[in-house]
């Protein structure tokens, strides 16, 4: 993955890494909640139509079911200055991550655009072991997660080791792939899509699991969509811009099935449970990735119907 580095971090990224610890806001867990997400008919009306909606499910991430050995810290505050580029150890992902987030933002906001729907931006939380957040207290044991409350992404970078280290998903395009997988949260409850899926839960709590599969699934669409913008158009020449290979590609797909619920569930258990998935499988995760990835159109990642 080429791109040119940043002079600064991106203005919507809010570095909380040097803040003292202390006692956050307590909350769910929101590891355990999966892939709270949302509901629409017909996915070829998301960027035509807004849905009426609110604030949506508190949190969707990456379930990791216990896999991952980062220690969840103690929650800090919120108005640590950031770290000195100089001493920051992990400068090159903080780097990465903040290239990534104003790429996409950018590419779904010039979406909305263009069928003149307002997009608003996420922010991007960089933290140790544990934060206060909208959805309750995060922690770095959860994997990376978005808070719809907050509208904010949550991300310990310490997590790229563990996924390149415990789950086999190396390189710089696996971590891009979880951070486009987020923001694909954040426009589905920019577009309402998460009070839809709320409403639809609380009516059918049997198919609670199934909804948040399907929602999750949309965001790793999502995600395969801006891939392919990257693919075709990714200018370095541009401070935002990025190119990838089909290596790359690569790179994310593994990520993608790495992190698919029947893989999690094998490693922790030792078997595996359709009923309970909340993500879906590797399988799915990586068809609908090269779903949005071969389109590029986020109309063909209705997940739902």
């Known amino acids: 993955m080429e791109f040119k580095r940043p002079r600064t971090l991106s203005r919507n990224i809010e570095d909380r890494r040097g803040a003292p610890s202390g006692r956050g806001r ?32 508190p ?10 050995q980062l220690d969840p ?17 992990n400068r090159d992902e903080a780097e990465l991550a903040s290239v990534v987030l104003d790429n996409a933002q950018a590419f779904w906001a010039d979406l909305f655009a263009a069928s003149n729907v307002p997009y608003r931006d996420a922010k991007l939380v960089l933290f140790s072991g544990a934060t206060p957040t909208g959805c309750g207290t995060g922690s770095s044991a959860t994997g990376p997660f978005y808070c719809s409350l907050d509208e904010r992404i949550y991300i310990d970078l310490s997590f790229w080791d563990e996924l390149s280290t415990r789950f086999g998903a190396a390189g710089d395009f696996a971590q891009a792939y979880v951070i486009a997988h987020e923001i694909g949260h954040h426009v589905q409850n920019v577009l309402g899509v998460s009070e839809q899926v709320r409403s639809q839960m609380a009516q ?23 891939a392919n913008s990257v693919w075709t158009d990714g200018d370095v020449g541009d ?40 993500h879906g499988s590797a399988d799915q995760r990586v068809d ?16 739902f119907s």
Do not use: H, M, Y
């Open 204 to 226: 059918r709590p049997d198919d609670q699991n199934a909804l948040s599969v399907r929602q999750e699934l949309q965001a790793d669409c999502f995600a395969g969509v801006w």
């Open 73 to 89: 810290g103690t929650a800090g505050g919120t108005g640590a200055a950031p770290l000195d580029p100089a001493t920051d150890p």
């Open 26 to 57: 307590t909350g769910i867990p929101l590891g355990a909640l999966g892939g709270a997400g949302g509901l629409i008919a017909v996915v070829v009306t998301l960027l035509f139509t807004v849905l009426s909606g609110g604030s949506g499910l």
């Open 288 to 303: 609908w990735f090269n779903k949005g990835f071969d389109s590029g159109d986020p109309n063909r990642c209705d997940t």
């Open 239 to 278: 401070p935002n811009g990025i190119k990838i290979t089909r290596d790359d590609v690569s790179e994310a797909l593994q990520a993608a099935a790495a992190v698919g619920d029947d893989r999690i569930q094998e490693a922790t258990t030792g078997r595996v449970d359709p009923e309970s998935f909340t």
């Open 59 to 68: 949190g969707s991430g990456f379930d990791l079911g216990g896999l991952t």
